[in-house]
Protein backbone atom coordinates (compact mmCIF):
# COMPACT_ATOMS: atom_id res chain seq x y z
CA UNK A 1 0.00 0.00 0.00
CA UNK A 2 1.36 3.91 -0.68
CA UNK A 3 1.95 6.09 2.28
CA UNK A 4 -0.42 9.15 2.51
CA UNK A 5 2.48 11.74 1.82
CA UNK A 6 3.60 9.68 -1.82
CA UNK A 7 0.22 10.09 -2.80
CA UNK A 8 0.27 13.80 -1.80
CA UNK A 9 3.06 14.44 -3.87
CA UNK A 10 1.21 12.49 -6.63
CA UNK A 11 -1.88 14.85 -6.43
CA UNK A 12 0.48 17.89 -6.03
CA UNK A 13 3.08 17.56 -8.63
CA UNK A 14 0.04 16.72 -11.00
CA UNK A 15 -3.35 18.74 -9.98
CA UNK A 16 -2.27 22.35 -12.34
CA UNK A 17 -0.90 20.33 -15.15
CA UNK A 18 -2.70 20.61 -18.25
CA UNK A 19 -4.73 17.12 -18.24
CA UNK A 20 -3.11 14.80 -20.86
CA UNK A 21 -4.87 11.58 -20.15
CA UNK A 22 -8.61 11.56 -21.20
CA UNK A 23 -10.75 9.47 -18.73
CA UNK A 24 -11.05 5.85 -19.58
CA UNK A 25 -13.42 3.89 -19.05
CA UNK A 26 -11.72 0.74 -17.96
CA UNK A 27 -8.41 -0.32 -16.51
CA UNK A 28 -6.13 -0.23 -17.52
CA UNK A 29 -5.20 1.81 -20.27
CA UNK A 30 -4.38 0.11 -24.14
CA UNK A 31 -0.92 0.62 -23.70
CA UNK A 32 -1.40 -2.22 -21.23
CA UNK A 33 -2.66 -4.63 -23.94
CA UNK A 34 -0.92 -6.86 -26.05
CA UNK A 35 -1.38 -9.19 -29.33
CA UNK A 36 -2.87 -12.29 -28.44
CA UNK A 37 -1.05 -15.58 -28.05
CA UNK A 38 -2.45 -18.75 -29.54
CA UNK A 39 -3.06 -19.66 -25.57
CA UNK A 40 -4.87 -16.63 -25.09
CA UNK A 41 -6.70 -16.49 -27.75
CA UNK A 42 -8.29 -19.87 -26.84
CA UNK A 43 -9.02 -19.35 -23.51
CA UNK A 44 -10.50 -15.78 -24.67
CA UNK A 45 -12.77 -17.32 -26.73
CA UNK A 46 -13.80 -19.95 -23.99
CA UNK A 47 -14.09 -17.27 -21.38
CA UNK A 48 -16.52 -15.03 -23.54
CA UNK A 49 -18.60 -18.37 -24.52
CA UNK A 50 -18.91 -19.09 -20.55
CA UNK A 51 -19.81 -15.33 -19.52
CA UNK A 52 -21.64 -13.76 -22.43
CA UNK A 53 -24.35 -15.26 -23.13
CA UNK A 54 -26.37 -14.86 -20.31
CA UNK A 55 -25.28 -11.42 -19.04
CA UNK A 56 -27.97 -9.13 -18.54
CA UNK A 57 -26.22 -5.86 -19.38
CA UNK A 58 -24.76 -5.66 -22.14
CA UNK A 59 -23.38 -2.57 -24.21
CA UNK A 60 -22.91 -4.03 -28.15
CA UNK A 61 -21.03 -1.44 -29.99
CA UNK A 62 -20.54 -2.13 -33.64
CA UNK A 63 -17.88 0.02 -35.77
CA UNK A 64 -17.44 1.73 -38.99
CA UNK A 65 -14.15 2.58 -40.05
CA UNK A 66 -14.33 5.22 -42.96
CA UNK A 67 -14.18 8.82 -42.06
CA UNK A 68 -14.46 11.57 -44.97
CA UNK A 69 -11.03 13.15 -46.47
CA UNK A 70 -9.65 16.05 -44.45
CA UNK A 71 -6.11 18.59 -44.59
CA UNK A 72 -4.49 16.88 -42.60
CA UNK A 73 -5.58 13.29 -42.95
CA UNK A 74 -7.75 13.01 -40.43
CA UNK A 75 -9.05 15.54 -37.53
CA UNK A 76 -6.60 17.84 -35.92
CA UNK A 77 -7.06 16.15 -32.59
CA UNK A 78 -8.28 12.59 -33.33
CA UNK A 79 -6.52 9.35 -31.59
CA UNK A 80 -9.20 6.76 -32.86
CA UNK A 81 -8.13 5.01 -35.67
CA UNK A 82 -9.80 5.52 -39.24
CA UNK A 83 -9.32 5.09 -42.42
CA UNK A 84 -9.83 7.73 -45.32
CA UNK A 85 -13.45 6.99 -47.30
CA UNK A 86 -12.59 6.83 -51.23
CA UNK A 87 -16.08 5.35 -52.08
CA UNK A 88 -19.47 3.80 -51.52
CA UNK A 89 -18.11 0.45 -52.61
CA UNK A 90 -15.50 0.48 -49.66
CA UNK A 91 -18.80 0.34 -47.56
CA UNK A 92 -20.70 -2.76 -49.09
CA UNK A 93 -16.99 -4.63 -48.52
CA UNK A 94 -16.63 -3.70 -44.91
CA UNK A 95 -20.45 -5.05 -44.77
CA UNK A 96 -19.53 -8.20 -46.17
CA UNK A 97 -16.79 -8.31 -43.21
CA UNK A 98 -18.91 -7.31 -40.91
CA UNK A 99 -21.97 -10.28 -41.63
CA UNK A 100 -18.82 -12.29 -41.50
CA UNK A 101 -17.40 -11.76 -38.06
CA UNK A 102 -20.69 -12.22 -36.70
CA UNK A 103 -20.81 -15.66 -37.99
CA UNK A 104 -17.33 -16.27 -36.09
CA UNK A 105 -19.03 -15.39 -32.78
CA UNK A 106 -22.33 -17.39 -32.57
CA UNK A 107 -23.00 -16.50 -29.41
CA UNK A 108 -23.82 -13.05 -29.73
CA UNK A 109 -27.02 -14.46 -31.47
CA UNK A 110 -28.20 -15.04 -28.20
CA UNK A 111 -27.23 -11.53 -26.71
CA UNK A 112 -29.58 -9.40 -25.34
CA UNK A 113 -28.02 -6.01 -25.33
CA UNK A 114 -29.08 -3.47 -23.32
CA UNK A 115 -27.73 -0.76 -25.23
CA UNK A 116 -26.34 -0.36 -28.90
CA UNK A 117 -23.73 2.09 -30.47
CA UNK A 118 -23.12 2.18 -34.18
CA UNK A 119 -20.08 4.67 -33.91
CA UNK A 120 -16.57 4.88 -35.76
CA UNK A 121 -15.18 6.14 -37.80
CA UNK A 122 -18.37 7.97 -39.14
CA UNK A 123 -21.46 5.58 -39.73
CA UNK A 124 -23.30 8.40 -41.33
CA UNK A 125 -21.12 7.62 -45.00
CA UNK A 126 -23.29 4.84 -45.49
CA UNK A 127 -26.28 5.60 -47.81
CA UNK A 128 -29.99 4.78 -46.77
CA UNK A 129 -29.67 1.30 -48.85
CA UNK A 130 -26.81 0.63 -47.15
CA UNK A 131 -27.62 1.46 -43.40
CA UNK A 132 -30.82 -0.53 -43.63
CA UNK A 133 -28.36 -3.73 -44.71
CA UNK A 134 -26.34 -2.94 -41.86
CA UNK A 135 -29.40 -2.92 -39.53
CA UNK A 136 -30.38 -6.42 -41.88
CA UNK A 137 -26.71 -7.36 -40.47
CA UNK A 138 -28.09 -7.06 -37.26
CA UNK A 139 -30.76 -8.90 -37.06
CA UNK A 140 -28.86 -11.90 -38.06
CA UNK A 141 -25.90 -11.42 -36.27
CA UNK A 142 -27.85 -10.31 -33.01
CA UNK A 143 -31.48 -10.71 -33.43
CA UNK A 144 -32.27 -8.92 -30.16
CA UNK A 145 -30.23 -5.70 -30.73
CA UNK A 146 -34.02 -3.73 -31.76
CA UNK A 147 -35.23 -3.95 -28.01
CA UNK A 148 -32.09 -3.03 -26.73
CA UNK A 149 -33.47 0.45 -24.16
CA UNK A 150 -30.91 2.72 -25.64
CA UNK A 151 -30.29 2.71 -29.76
CA UNK A 152 -27.55 5.52 -30.71
CA UNK A 153 -26.39 6.30 -34.64
CA UNK A 154 -23.23 8.32 -34.58
CA UNK A 155 -22.12 10.77 -37.43
CA UNK A 156 -21.35 14.14 -38.60
CA UNK A 157 -23.20 16.81 -39.09
CA UNK A 158 -22.60 17.53 -42.67
CA UNK A 159 -23.37 14.01 -43.65
CA UNK A 160 -26.94 13.97 -42.06
CA UNK A 161 -30.09 13.94 -44.43
CA UNK A 162 -33.24 14.19 -43.82
CA UNK A 163 -33.77 11.13 -46.02
CA UNK A 164 -31.48 9.39 -43.60
CA UNK A 165 -32.69 10.48 -40.08
CA UNK A 166 -36.08 9.17 -41.28
CA UNK A 167 -34.53 5.78 -42.08
CA UNK A 168 -32.85 5.57 -38.91
CA UNK A 169 -36.00 6.64 -36.59
CA UNK A 170 -38.03 3.49 -38.85
CA UNK A 171 -35.44 1.57 -37.99
CA UNK A 172 -35.78 2.03 -34.32
CA UNK A 173 -33.04 4.28 -33.69
CA UNK A 174 -33.68 6.41 -30.70
CA UNK A 175 -30.79 8.96 -30.94
CA UNK A 176 -28.25 10.28 -33.27
CA UNK A 177 -24.71 11.58 -31.30
CA UNK A 178 -22.75 14.25 -33.53
CA UNK A 179 -19.63 14.98 -33.18
CA UNK A 180 -19.45 18.51 -33.67
CA UNK A 181 -16.73 19.86 -31.10
CA UNK A 182 -17.21 23.40 -31.89
CA UNK A 183 -19.97 25.73 -33.03
CA UNK A 184 -17.86 28.29 -34.70
CA UNK A 185 -16.84 27.60 -38.21
CA UNK A 186 -13.57 29.20 -38.18
CA UNK A 187 -12.36 27.57 -34.70
CA UNK A 188 -13.57 24.02 -36.37
CA UNK A 189 -11.84 24.67 -39.49
CA UNK A 190 -8.64 24.82 -37.58
CA UNK A 191 -8.92 20.28 -37.48
CA UNK A 192 -9.02 20.37 -40.93
CA UNK A 193 -12.64 19.86 -41.13
CA UNK A 194 -15.22 21.43 -43.04
CA UNK A 195 -18.05 22.22 -40.94
CA UNK A 196 -21.02 25.01 -40.50
CA UNK A 197 -22.77 26.00 -38.12
CA UNK A 198 -26.17 25.95 -40.18
CA UNK A 199 -25.52 22.43 -40.95
CA UNK A 200 -25.61 21.70 -37.18
CA UNK A 201 -28.91 23.84 -36.55
CA UNK A 202 -30.52 21.99 -39.20
CA UNK A 203 -29.99 18.70 -38.07
CA UNK A 204 -31.28 19.13 -35.08
CA UNK A 205 -34.10 20.95 -36.21
CA UNK A 206 -34.71 17.90 -38.71
CA UNK A 207 -34.62 15.37 -35.63
CA UNK A 208 -36.63 17.44 -33.90
CA UNK A 209 -39.18 17.68 -36.44
CA UNK A 210 -38.50 13.43 -37.08
CA UNK A 211 -38.43 12.56 -32.90
CA UNK A 212 -34.99 11.55 -32.71
CA UNK A 213 -33.25 12.26 -29.91
CA UNK A 214 -29.70 14.12 -30.28
CA UNK A 215 -26.61 14.21 -28.69
CA UNK A 216 -23.87 16.83 -29.61
CA UNK A 217 -20.45 16.74 -28.46
CA UNK A 218 -17.78 19.41 -28.17
CA UNK A 219 -14.52 20.42 -26.65
CA UNK A 220 -13.28 22.66 -24.56
CA UNK A 221 -9.26 23.63 -23.92
CA UNK A 222 -9.11 23.72 -28.49
CA UNK A 223 -6.41 25.80 -29.97
CA UNK A 224 -7.66 29.89 -29.74
CA UNK A 225 -10.66 28.95 -27.96
CA UNK A 226 -11.54 31.62 -25.19
CA UNK A 227 -14.13 31.14 -22.82
CA UNK A 228 -16.51 33.75 -24.71
CA UNK A 229 -16.55 31.68 -27.66
CA UNK A 230 -17.01 28.57 -25.77
CA UNK A 231 -19.72 30.14 -23.97
CA UNK A 232 -21.09 31.57 -27.58
CA UNK A 233 -21.32 27.80 -28.51
CA UNK A 234 -22.98 26.79 -25.48
CA UNK A 235 -25.82 29.46 -25.51
CA UNK A 236 -26.47 28.51 -29.18
CA UNK A 237 -27.25 25.00 -28.53
CA UNK A 238 -28.86 25.36 -25.04
CA UNK A 239 -30.83 28.64 -25.91
CA UNK A 240 -31.64 28.07 -29.89
CA UNK A 241 -32.28 24.14 -30.15
CA UNK A 242 -33.74 21.58 -28.16
CA UNK A 243 -30.85 19.39 -27.96
CA UNK A 244 -31.60 16.73 -25.64
CA UNK A 245 -27.83 15.84 -24.58
CA UNK A 246 -24.53 17.62 -24.30
CA UNK A 247 -21.41 16.00 -23.93
CA UNK A 248 -18.55 18.77 -23.08
CA UNK A 249 -15.51 17.32 -22.87
CA UNK A 250 -11.82 18.20 -22.46
CA UNK A 251 -9.82 18.09 -25.95
CA UNK A 252 -6.90 15.25 -25.27
CA UNK A 253 -3.93 16.31 -26.84
CA UNK A 254 -1.30 13.49 -27.80
CA UNK A 255 0.29 11.08 -30.09
CA UNK A 256 0.74 12.06 -33.83
CA UNK A 257 -2.05 14.44 -34.09
CA UNK A 258 -2.30 17.78 -35.76
CA UNK A 259 -2.84 19.39 -32.81
CA UNK A 260 -0.31 17.97 -30.88
CA UNK A 261 2.17 17.85 -33.27
CA UNK A 262 1.77 22.12 -34.90
CA UNK A 263 -0.86 24.02 -32.90
CA UNK A 264 0.25 23.25 -29.50
CA UNK A 265 1.18 27.52 -29.08
CA UNK A 266 -2.65 28.07 -29.53
CA UNK A 267 -3.95 25.87 -26.80
CA UNK A 268 -4.98 27.71 -23.81
CA UNK A 269 -3.28 26.87 -20.48
CA UNK A 270 -3.95 24.61 -17.89
CA UNK A 271 -5.73 27.18 -15.69
CA UNK A 272 -7.69 29.02 -18.71
CA UNK A 273 -8.71 25.17 -19.51
CA UNK A 274 -9.90 24.13 -15.82
CA UNK A 275 -11.82 27.90 -15.63
CA UNK A 276 -13.14 27.04 -18.83
CA UNK A 277 -14.72 23.74 -17.79
CA UNK A 278 -15.67 25.79 -14.88
CA UNK A 279 -17.65 28.29 -16.77
CA UNK A 280 -19.08 25.68 -18.87
CA UNK A 281 -20.50 23.30 -16.40
CA UNK A 282 -22.35 26.45 -14.40
CA UNK A 283 -23.48 28.02 -17.63
CA UNK A 284 -25.24 24.36 -18.64
CA UNK A 285 -26.66 23.93 -14.86
CA UNK A 286 -28.06 27.34 -15.09
CA UNK A 287 -29.91 26.39 -18.64
CA UNK A 288 -31.38 23.83 -16.43
CA UNK A 289 -29.05 21.08 -17.58
CA UNK A 290 -28.66 18.15 -14.96
CA UNK A 291 -25.25 17.05 -15.02
CA UNK A 292 -24.63 13.19 -15.61
CA UNK A 293 -21.12 12.54 -15.23
CA UNK A 294 -18.00 14.43 -15.49
CA UNK A 295 -18.64 15.46 -19.25
CA UNK A 296 -22.33 14.54 -19.86
CA UNK A 297 -25.35 17.19 -19.01
CA UNK A 298 -28.63 16.02 -19.87
CA UNK A 299 -31.85 18.45 -20.50
CA UNK A 300 -34.49 16.61 -18.72
CA UNK A 301 -37.14 17.10 -16.35
CA UNK A 302 -35.90 14.13 -14.17
CA UNK A 303 -33.69 15.14 -11.72
CA UNK A 304 -31.88 11.10 -11.62
CA UNK A 305 -30.79 9.80 -14.44
CA UNK A 306 -32.53 7.17 -16.76
CA UNK A 307 -31.00 3.88 -18.60
CA UNK A 308 -31.50 6.28 -21.63
CA UNK A 309 -29.33 8.83 -20.25
CA UNK A 310 -25.51 8.34 -19.69
CA UNK A 311 -24.77 4.55 -18.76
CA UNK A 312 -22.22 5.06 -15.62
CA UNK A 313 -25.26 7.12 -14.02
CA UNK A 314 -27.09 3.72 -13.09
CA UNK A 315 -24.88 0.93 -12.79
CA UNK A 316 -23.76 0.97 -9.20
CA UNK A 317 -20.46 -1.57 -9.38
CA UNK A 318 -23.12 -4.23 -11.32
CA UNK A 319 -21.11 -6.73 -13.72
CA UNK A 320 -21.86 -5.31 -17.03
CA UNK A 321 -20.15 -6.10 -20.56
CA UNK A 322 -19.40 -4.45 -23.70
CA UNK A 323 -19.30 -6.73 -26.92
CA UNK A 324 -17.64 -5.15 -30.17
CA UNK A 325 -18.49 -6.04 -33.49
CA UNK A 326 -15.91 -4.40 -36.07
CA UNK A 327 -13.39 -2.50 -37.06
CA UNK A 328 -11.07 -1.66 -34.01
CA UNK A 329 -14.36 -2.44 -31.59
CA UNK A 330 -13.49 -3.10 -28.10
CA UNK A 331 -14.96 -6.06 -26.16
CA UNK A 332 -14.89 -6.22 -22.15
CA UNK A 333 -16.07 -9.22 -20.16
CA UNK A 334 -15.99 -9.82 -16.52
CA UNK A 335 -16.75 -13.50 -15.10
CA UNK A 336 -19.96 -13.46 -12.87
CA UNK A 337 -17.71 -13.54 -9.62
CA UNK A 338 -16.02 -10.16 -10.22
CA UNK A 339 -12.67 -11.75 -9.97
CA UNK A 340 -11.47 -12.01 -13.88
CA UNK A 341 -12.03 -10.54 -17.25
CA UNK A 342 -10.74 -9.82 -20.75
CA UNK A 343 -10.64 -6.61 -22.64
CA UNK A 344 -9.64 -6.99 -25.93
CA UNK A 345 -9.42 -5.16 -29.40
CA UNK A 346 -9.74 -5.65 -32.75
CA UNK A 347 -7.71 -5.40 -35.56
CA UNK A 348 -7.44 -1.56 -36.20
CA UNK A 349 -5.57 -1.52 -39.63
CA UNK A 350 -8.34 -2.75 -42.06
CA UNK A 351 -6.17 -4.86 -43.81
CA UNK A 352 -5.22 -7.25 -41.00
CA UNK A 353 -8.72 -6.88 -40.30
CA UNK A 354 -9.93 -8.18 -43.36
CA UNK A 355 -7.22 -10.99 -43.01
CA UNK A 356 -7.93 -12.28 -39.94
CA UNK A 357 -11.95 -12.98 -40.54
CA UNK A 358 -11.33 -14.05 -44.07
CA UNK A 359 -9.64 -17.08 -42.33
CA UNK A 360 -12.42 -17.21 -40.02
CA UNK A 361 -10.34 -16.02 -36.92
CA UNK A 362 -11.59 -13.74 -34.04
CA UNK A 363 -10.06 -10.56 -35.60
CA UNK A 364 -8.01 -10.09 -32.13
CA UNK A 365 -5.30 -6.95 -32.43
CA UNK A 366 -4.77 -6.61 -28.72
CA UNK A 367 -5.52 -8.60 -25.43
CA UNK A 368 -5.16 -8.01 -21.38
CA UNK A 369 -6.45 -10.30 -18.99
CA UNK A 370 -7.79 -8.69 -15.92
CA UNK A 371 -7.40 -10.25 -12.22
CA UNK A 372 -9.79 -8.99 -9.83
CA UNK A 373 -7.74 -6.02 -9.06
CA UNK A 374 -7.79 -4.52 -12.46
CA UNK A 375 -11.60 -5.49 -12.59
CA UNK A 376 -11.93 -3.24 -8.98
CA UNK A 377 -10.14 -0.33 -10.89
CA UNK A 378 -11.86 -0.79 -13.92
CA UNK A 379 -15.50 -0.75 -12.93
CA UNK A 380 -13.97 1.93 -9.92
CA UNK A 381 -13.14 4.32 -13.58
CA UNK A 382 -16.61 3.75 -14.68
CA UNK A 383 -18.21 4.90 -11.39
CA UNK A 384 -15.86 7.96 -10.82
CA UNK A 385 -17.81 9.53 -13.59
CA UNK A 386 -21.23 9.73 -12.30
CA UNK A 387 -19.19 11.97 -9.73
CA UNK A 388 -20.93 9.69 -6.76
CA UNK A 389 -20.44 6.35 -5.48
CA UNK A 390 -21.37 4.19 -2.61
CA UNK A 391 -19.38 1.97 -0.29
CA UNK A 392 -22.22 -0.21 -0.13
CA UNK A 393 -22.46 -1.24 -3.73
CA UNK A 394 -18.93 -1.43 -3.71
CA UNK A 395 -18.86 -3.96 -1.14
CA UNK A 396 -21.84 -5.61 -2.75
CA UNK A 397 -19.96 -6.18 -5.88
CA UNK A 398 -16.36 -7.11 -4.39
CA UNK A 399 -17.24 -8.17 -0.98
CA UNK A 400 -14.60 -6.03 0.68
CA UNK A 401 -14.91 -1.99 1.77
CA UNK A 402 -14.14 0.74 -0.70
CA UNK A 403 -12.51 2.37 2.01
CA UNK A 404 -10.07 -0.84 3.58
CA UNK A 405 -9.20 -0.80 -0.49
CA UNK A 406 -8.32 2.18 -1.27
CA UNK A 407 -8.16 3.99 1.85
CA UNK A 408 -5.06 6.08 1.74
CA UNK A 409 -6.03 7.47 -1.92
CA UNK A 410 -9.56 8.78 -0.86
CA UNK A 411 -8.18 9.82 2.53
CA UNK A 412 -5.87 12.38 0.47
CA UNK A 413 -8.64 13.24 -2.49
CA UNK A 414 -10.98 13.97 0.39
CA UNK A 415 -8.15 16.22 1.58
CA UNK A 416 -7.40 18.01 -1.34
CA UNK A 417 -10.77 19.25 -1.47
CA UNK A 418 -11.52 16.70 -4.27
CA UNK A 419 -14.17 14.22 -2.80
CA UNK A 420 -16.58 14.55 0.08
CA UNK A 421 -17.01 11.57 2.18
CA UNK A 422 -20.18 10.98 3.92
CA UNK A 423 -21.38 7.96 5.33
CA UNK A 424 -21.57 5.40 3.04
CA UNK A 425 -21.80 7.86 0.28
CA UNK A 426 -18.50 9.32 -1.86
CA UNK A 427 -19.26 12.43 -3.63
CA UNK A 428 -16.91 14.44 -5.94
CA UNK A 429 -17.09 18.28 -5.64
CA UNK A 430 -17.14 20.36 -8.72
CA UNK A 431 -13.37 20.30 -8.65
CA UNK A 432 -13.04 16.90 -8.57
CA UNK A 433 -15.53 16.59 -11.31
CA UNK A 434 -13.35 18.62 -13.93
CA UNK A 435 -10.39 15.91 -12.19
CA UNK A 436 -11.80 12.67 -12.72
CA UNK A 437 -8.71 11.71 -14.76
CA UNK A 438 -6.55 12.80 -12.09
CA UNK A 439 -9.01 11.13 -9.82
CA UNK A 440 -8.00 7.76 -11.98
CA UNK A 441 -5.06 8.11 -11.98
CA UNK A 442 -4.61 8.55 -8.30
CA UNK A 443 -6.61 5.48 -7.49
CA UNK A 444 -4.84 3.28 -9.94
CA UNK A 445 -1.03 4.71 -9.13
CA UNK A 446 0.23 1.46 -6.93
CA UNK A 447 -1.67 -0.54 -9.42
CA UNK A 448 -0.03 1.22 -12.62
CA UNK A 449 3.50 0.91 -11.44
CA UNK A 450 3.18 -2.72 -10.77
CA UNK A 451 2.39 -3.40 -14.31
CA UNK A 452 5.03 -1.14 -15.32
CA UNK A 453 7.63 -2.34 -13.14
CA UNK A 454 6.66 -6.09 -14.29
CA UNK A 455 7.06 -4.86 -17.75
CA UNK A 456 3.72 -5.24 -19.00
CA UNK A 457 3.41 -1.80 -20.78
CA UNK A 458 3.94 -2.11 -24.30
CA UNK A 459 5.42 1.48 -24.63
CA UNK A 460 7.95 1.20 -21.92
S1 LIG B 1 -14.68 12.29 -37.87
FE1 LIG B 1 -14.23 11.62 -35.76
S2 LIG B 1 -13.27 9.59 -35.96
FE2 LIG B 1 -13.22 10.59 -37.99
S3 LIG B 1 -11.21 11.56 -38.14
FE3 LIG B 1 -12.65 13.10 -37.37
S4 LIG B 1 -12.55 12.93 -35.14
FE4 LIG B 1 -11.59 11.09 -35.98
Not at 163 to 184: F, P, T, W, Y
Not at 252 to 267: I, P, Q, T, Y
Request: glycine share 6%; hydrophobic share 35%; net charge neutral.
Amino acid sequence: MQSQDVIRAVLAERRNRRQVNKILHGFPSPRFWKPPSPQQRDAYVSFIKEWSSDAEEVDFYVGVPYCPKTNPRKCGYCLFPVEVFNGSNQLDAYLDLLFAEGQLQPELKLMRPTSVFIGGGTPNLLKVGQMNRLFSILDSVCPAWRKAQLLTFEGLPALFTREKLACLADNGIHRISMGVQQLDDELCALSGRRQRVSEVLQVLQWCEEIGLNCNVDLIFGWPRQTIPSMISGLRRLADETSVDHITHYELNVGGSSEFALNLRHDLPDAKLTRDMYLEGRRFLLSRGFRQDTSYDFARSDQSNPTPHDYRECWSKFERRLIRGLGFAAISDITSNSMNSGWTVRNQSILGDYESSVVASEVPLELVYFRKKVDVQLSFLFREVQSLRLSDADFRKAFGESIHRRFGVELKVLAEAEMIKLSGDQIELTESGSYHVPLIQEILAYERQNELVANRICRMK
